[in-house]
């Protein structure tokens, strides 16, 4: 899969802008083009463009005439003129062939940027109930969704509510679901404090958000509601397949009582397993043109391969995946690691991140 991609972070919110041509998952910026909506931003992994034919070549001219052709010589009157060597003529033939095929198997700029579709996916974790945070961030997603209407997406990788300051807590977080209702998220994983109080107060708490609560490796008797993963149709044509995980280590981070029945499968076999399913091309389990894995587990430093269970997760997930959006331990940072783009956004929808 060929994949360019800009990031960007502004207001504690993480953004991948990917430009894609056609609707085989593969993604592709023109760097010269307008692919991105984000100028400014840094191309992380920019595409390889070939050079044109005979650019660069050690046959190119220092300004002279350099016309090679042979000329027939010179006969006199009656004789037969003598033809050019038929083997070096076809030589000369194939490599032009040669050449013209290498230009015609390399990217059509032109070409696609006519045909580039911007997504831009923005993206809040750890929000905990920090609702105060709120007009911030749905003023960032607004000029964000201004700039690029038909191709943004706002998601969120889980630890919504639980831990909360006082002003959703007291309320039993329902002014936290209420905000992030507001502010138009439209996807969001599971994360280990939606389970602060149980599995019962959990699926209340789901019920009553308009956007989609995903945890393809919690198992057990799961409400519908939780899915394991969801696939948003952008008005430019575009199928973003959304996949959401949680740290396998729920049963020593809440109450086991709250929890009884649920189990917590591996987030790597699982996020590989639904890449397969989202792109295996029947209609019926869901087909997406690009994938994201929200995550609700992370690196303990910015360095995610350093060591833990994120390590294991960076090292063996699909390169299917574009980007993982990744949570839980709080810690901003935006690199890119086996062609795929691995960003967190720190924590309360609040945290500053670099641009780059």
């Known amino acids: 899969m060929s994949k360019s991609i800009y990031t960007r972070s502004l207001a504690g919110l993480s953004a991948a802008a990917l430009a894609l041509v056609g609707f085989a998952g593969a993604a592709y910026a023109d760097p010269e083009g307008d692919a991105s909506p984000n100028p400014e931003a840094t191309q992380t992994t920019p595409p390889t463009e070939t050079d044109a034919p005979g650019e660069g070549s050690e046959d190119e001219s ?31 033939e194939a490599d032009k062939g040669e050449e013209s095929g290498k230009e015609a198997t390399g990217p059509d700029m032109g070409t696609m940027a006519a045909e580039a579709k911007a997504i831009d996916i923005l993206n809040i974790t750890d929000f905990h109930g920090r609702i105060k945070s709120g007009p911030v961030i749905s003023s960032f997603v607004k000029q964000e969704r201004a700039k690029n209407p038909e191709g943004t997406i706002f998601s969120s ?37 939606e389970f602060d109080k149980g599995w019962e107060d959990f699926k209340k708490k789901i019920a009553a958000s308009k956007f989609p609560v995903l945890g393809a490796n919690v198992k057990g008797e799961t409400p519908p509601e939780l899915k394991g993963s969801h696939v948003v149709t952008l008005d430019n044509g575009v199928r973003v397949g959304f996949v959401g995980l949680i740290t396998e280590d729920m049963p020593s981070l809440v109450s086991p009582a709250g929890i009884k029945g649920i189990t917590w499968e591996s987030i790597t076999d699982t ?54 959006f990744a949570g839980h331990t709080h810690i901003a940072y935006n690199t890119e690691f086996r062609g795929i783009q691995f960003l967190q956004a720190g924590k309360y929808g609040g945290s500053s991140q670099s641009r780059v």
């Open 62 to 92: 220092d300004g002279k005439d350099t016309d090679d052709t042979e000329k027939p010589e010179e006969t006199e009157p009656g004789e037969k003129p003598v033809e050019p060597d038929k083997g070096e003529a076809d030589k000369d």
């Open 157 to 193: 990788s889980g630890d919504n509510f639980g831990a909360s300051t006082f002003e959703s807590s007291i309320l039993d977080d329902k002014p936290s679901i209420d905000v992030l209702n507001a502010m138009g998220l439209e996807v969001s994983s599971v994360g280990n404090h």
């Open 271 to 324: 996020a590989n397993k639904v890449a397969d399913e989202l792109t295996d091309g029947n209609d019926d389990n869901g087909e997406a043109d690009v994938l994201v894995a929200l995550v609700h587990e992370g690196p303990a430093t910015s360095e995610i391969t350093a060591g833990g269970a994120f390590k294991k997760f960076a090292e063996g997930v699909s390169e299917k995946y574009t980007a993982v």
